[in-house]
């Protein structure tokens, strides 16, 4: 079944880019059957790579994707940004929820990781199983 999307740009304002936000897939233990455990990194890291893949989400967490600035120059809320955060924190939530509840509660616990972004945890996470 096809993921629904959610276009954000309007047609009354066509200097905005048109962005596609990812809506949460209504299950995703379907498609992420193995949850990062102590000793399964590569594992677990191989079938969400797939699964960014497949969503072309990637870039959010290689850092290529950069947020856009949160505010305009008229110090105004920025869209791209607003929809940047969106995407992020859903994908965000998706990593989150693939965590085994110890490895959860470890990562909440780190004192020197802010969890803000999806690319900041992702980074943990390879920091933490490759050293």
Not at 41 to 64: C, E, H, K, N, P
Not at 119 to 130: K, N, R
Request: glycine residues 2%.
């Amino acid at each position: 079944a096809a993921v629904p999307t959610m276009s954000s740009s309007t047609s009354s304002d066509s200097s905005l880019p048109q962005a596609i936000i990812q809506t949460p897939i209504a299950n995703i233990h379907h498609f992420l059957s193995i949850k990062l455990n102590a000793s399964n990194y590569l594992i677990w890291r191989s079938q969400f790579l797939a699964l960014l893949r497949g969503y072309d989400l990637l870039s959010y967490v290689d850092g290529t994707t950069q947020p856009p600035p949160m505010q305009l120059d008229d110090g105004s809320p920025n869209p791209p940004y607003i929809l940047w955060h969106k995407q992020d924190q859903l994908l965000l939530s998706w990593l989150l929820s693939s965590l085994t509840e110890s490895v959860h509660a470890q990562v909440v616990c780190w004192p020197w990781i802010f969890l803000s972004t999806s690319w900041i945890l992702w980074l943990a996470f390879s920091h933490c199983h490759c050293h």
